[in-house]
């Protein structure tokens, strides 16, 4: 009896948690509400508590630093930002252009490298890039 009782009195507390006054669930519930206060959770860094106005607060995860993640929100907020931030978007969209460009560029030089370097390893190598490039000058050709 002693456990069932137990875990009881835990779902009872948790159901409470859930239905604690001020805690938002979701990010929406704090629409309009300023952040007043960060605390730490010790013993659970990185994870904090913002206090909210009106006595809301919400426990949050830490914050997401990841470029990939950074990147997906800057898209995601960009038509709300943009007019804000413009010349960090211009030098964003400039970087991200470059970064592009320098990629494309780097592959372009593994291939090469790549062909280079098994030239000898490899004696047909040559005549089927050759074939190869002969193939599209045709399916150029047939195409205009």
């Not at 010790?42 to 830490?62: D, M, Q, Y």
């Amino acid at each position: 009896m002693g456990n069932e009782e137990k875990w009881k009195a835990n779902l009872r507390k948790v159901a409470f948690l859930k239905s604690f006054p001020g805690w938002l669930s979701s990010w929406e519930q704090g629409l309009g509400a300023s952040i007043e206060q960060v605390l730490p959770i010790p013993g659970h860094a990185p994870h904090t508590v913002l206090l909210l106005s009106e006595g809301r607060f919400v426990v949050t995860p830490p914050v997401h630093d990841e470029p990939q993640m950074v990147t997906a929100g800057l898209v995601a907020a960009r038509p709300h930002l943009e007019s804000i931030h413009a010349s960090a978007f211009t030098e964003y969209d400039h970087l991200t252009r470059l970064d592009q460009e320098l990629g494309r560029m780097a592959r372009l030089e593994n291939i090469l490298n790549a062909i280079d370097n098994n030239l000898d390893r490899i004696p047909e190598l040559k005549s089927r890039i050759q074939d190869l490039v002969k193939q599209w000058d045709r399916e150029n050709h047939h195409s205009q």
